[in-house]
Nanobody
């Protein structure tokens, strides 16, 4: 059974940092493209970053590159999202997602929520002033 479990969210002051983790189980992690998304109340789910199976290719959402860094450790079956200089508008539920990309080229990264078919339960990030 495919399972993704996020952790690392919480309450942080503006300007602070957090590192989110997404631990995968039930599948061969190195076959999966991984992504991070977020969703604030009343808003659509937003793409933050995606990383290819090997980690060689990374894409970021337009407004987030520079403050957010995605990475993965295939040996540990874990994806990470490092966030720095957090702003009030970063407050949201953060989700990791995975998609079996074993039939795709190694450089492929997905950016749309519809492209992913495995999701974690989310971890809340709240940024205070």
């Amino acid at each position: 059974q495919v399972q993704l479990v996020e952790s690392g969210g919480g309450l942080v002051q503006a300007g602070g940092s957090l590192r989110l983790s997404c631990v995968a189980s039930g599948f061969i992690f190195s076959r999966y493209v991984m992504g991070w998304f977020r969703q604030a109340p009343g808003k659509e789910r937003e793409f933050i970053a995606g990383i290819s199976r090997t980690g060689a290719t990374i894409y970021y959402g337009d407004s987030l590159k520079g403050r957010f860094t995605i990475s993965r450790d295939n040996a540990k079956g874990t994806s990470y999202l490092q966030m720095i200089n957090l702003k009030l508008e970063d407050t949201a539920m953060y989700y990791c997602a995975g998609k079996d990309a074993s039939v795709n080229a190694a450089y492929v990264v997905f950016r749309r929520p519809i492209d992913y078919d495995n999701w974690g339960q989310g971890t809340q990030v709240t940024v205070s002033s």
